[in-house]
């Protein structure tokens, strides 16, 4: 266990469909970053939060949007879906920003 | 922006050394990492290199050149179970602040 959990960590749903997808850090850890891995892919890098800040954004779509809580946990919201947006969704933190990251097991998406 | 490259894909037999390599150009450079995610699971943490040099950590050691945008992972005593994609990723300060950005990762297959 590494300490970052998600949930779930699996979803079906059809295409048109809004999910949410929830990320809990390691305790103690500010820093949250959510990426996206389609099959056979690299790491793609959605965007990051600090202490319930938005700090860095990546190739994220307008249909996709995230935030932090104050209690530090984090909630990416995917709406619209299409099939492509079938993926793995992990997330990571770090203590601050850009330190070695600990990453979550992911929520594996799958849109029909 | 940024740009990582590594190879797709290498083979390596049970108990040789293997190297894999990483090159990047980014503009922010502030540290390099290497991770390791079996199929379907979390990335996690192998090395960390912020100098020039080489990094030993048992039988993973890590280089880097940061003139010459380059760095590699060396596998020693090779083993069935290091079978994985070999991520390397790179932190990237630009714009204030500090996120980790992801090559397309290597797929290890190690052979008795």
């Known amino acids: 266990d590494s300490g970052v959990t998600q949930t779930p960590k699996h979803l079906i749903t059809a295409t048109g469909q809004r999910v949410t997808l929830r990320c809990s850090p390691r305790s103690g850890d500010l820093s949250v970053y959510w990426y996206q891995q389609s099959l056979d892919q690299g790491l793609q890098f959605l965007i990051q939060y600090y202490n319930g800040e938005e700090r860095a954004k990546g190739n994220i779509l307008e249909r996709f949007s995230a935030q932090q809580f104050p209690d530090l946990h984090s909630e990416l919201n995917l709406s619209s879906l299409e099939l492509g947006d079938s993926a793995l969704y992990f997330c990571a933190s770090s203590i601050g920003q850009g330190d070695g990251y600990t990453f979550g097991s992911g929520t594996r998406l799958t849109v029909v | 922006g940024q740009n990582i490259d590594q190879p797709t894909e290498m083979t390596a037999t049970e108990g040789a050394i293997v190297q894999i390599n990483c090159t990047y150009q980014?503009?922010?450079?502030?540290?390099l990492f290497w991770y390791q995610q079996h199929a379907g699971e979390a990335p996690t943490f192998l090395s960390y290199n912020v100098l020039d040099g080489l990094e030993e950590k048992g039988r993973f050691s890590s280089f880097l050149s940061r003139s010459k945008g380059y760095s590699y992972l060396l596998l020693k005593e090779l083993q069935m179970k290091d079978s994985a994609s070999y991520l390397c990723a790179v932190r990237d300060g630009s714009g204030g602040y500090n996120k980790l950005i992801f090559g397309a990762g290597t797929r290890l297959a190690v052979h008795p």
């Open positions: 980014t503009s922010g450079f502030n540290g």
